[in-house]
């Protein structure tokens, strides 16, 4: 079986991840599976990754860093979308982690066992692959690399947005990339409403 293109980003300084069996397990079913001890590395990392499906596994407690509130906060600065799963020894001490819920976290869950995080990446991954989001980044994926940075959509008052200024507004949901999402919802349900009889 193929495995999956999604990329898995662990942000995690236990120092012997590599051997965690949800690694293991990671390892046969994505093609790229990534492991930062150092967040900001892993941040930068993050936003090199344009166009493609991420999953980020963010570990809670660091030993030389802020905590996984902080670093949350930082990537949702730069993506308001990409699924986050904080994966902590603490998860019962739920509320610690007001700060991260407010930051949009996909789930919160212990290290151990690791099948409910394994479960939350797939279920993390189905919703990538059904969201405007995803469809977009799907969709730009196939385009000629010269066609993604030429304007794409000129609005009413004349601003230009290539399809990576497009993805770029609705990762960090911006007011103008809120818009664009709602409106390709509306213009998919047109279409399928006027199309009902050619759909298998």
């Not at 012997?16 to 599976?33: A, P, R, T």
């Not at 939350?120 to 690399?145: F, P, R, V």
Request: net charge negative.
């Amino acid at each position: 079986m193929a495995k999956s293109k999604t990329n898995i980003i662990i942000i995690d300084d236990e120092p012997d991840l590599k051997e965690h069996e949800l690694v293991f397990e990671l390892n046969l079913i994505y093609e790229n599976v990534a492991i930062f001890a150092n967040p900001h590395e892993g941040i930068d990392y993050i936003k090199t990754l344009s166009g493609e499906k991420n999953i980020v596994i963010l570990d809670y407690r660091f030993e030389n860093y802020e905590d996984g509130s902080r670093i949350l906060k930082e990537i949702r600065t730069n993506n308001k979308v990409i699924p986050v799963i904080l994966w902590t020894a603490n998860a019962d001490k739920i509320q610690e982690f007001i700060d991260i819920v407010n930051n949009k976290i996909f789930a919160i869950l212990p290290k151990s066992p690791y099948e409910p995080v394994l479960k939350a990446i797939k279920e993390a991954e189905n919703e990538l692959d059904t969201s405007i989001e995803g469809a977009l980044e799907e969709w730009i994926s196939i385009q000629n690399e010269e066609d993604l940075d030429s304007p794409y959509l000129i609005t009413a008052n004349g601003e230009q947005y290539t399809l990576n200024d497009l993805l770029r507004e609705i990762r960090l949901q911006t007011p103008f990339g809120t818009q664009v999402q709602k409106d390709l919802l509306m213009l998919t349900i047109d279409l399928l409403r006027r199309n009902k009889k050619q759909l298998p």
